[in-house]
């Protein structure tokens, strides 16, 4: 059975930094590529930062060098480390996990959702 649990959102002055997590069941990571999103009130979700098959990560242009996604396989765990945050950061942010084997996205799995806010 799959399930991705997402902690570590909050309020955060302009500036601040936080660290998201998400721990997956069991042979996820062995299974699928992770990575994280974000939608903010009004608009579409968006990729935030996610690892490729091949070992490489794909960043929003908007996190490029504030951002960074990491693992840790043995506790299937992935991160998602947000310094300098802005404003425009403020949304909820999801876990995916997506099956390597298929190219679509019909069979992938979400985390809850997790509120970060970056507000004076």
């Known amino acids: 059975q799959v399930q991705l649990v997402e902690s570590g959102g909050g309020l955060v002055q302009p500036g601040g930094s936080l660290r998201l997590s998400c721990a997956a069941s069991?042979?996820?990571?062995?299974?699928?590529?992770m990575g994280w999103y974000r939608q903010a009130p009004g608009k579409q979700r968006e990729l935030v930062a996610a690892?490729?098959?091949?070992?490489?990560?794909n960043y929003a242009d908007s996190v490029k060098g504030r951002f960074t996604i990491s693992r840790d396989n043995a506790k299937n765990t992935v991160y998602l480390q947000m310094n300098s945050l802005k404003p425009e950061d403020t949304a909820v942010y999801y876990c995916?996990?997506?099956?390597?084997?298929?190219?679509?996205?019909?069979?992938?799995?979400w985390g809850q959702g997790t509120q970060v806010t970056v507000s004076s």
């Open positions: 690892f490729t098959s091949g070992g490489s990560i």
């Open positions: 069991g042979s996820i990571f062995s299974m699928h590529a």
């Open positions: 995916n996990a997506h099956p390597t084997w298929y190219g679509g996205s019909e069979y992938d799995y």
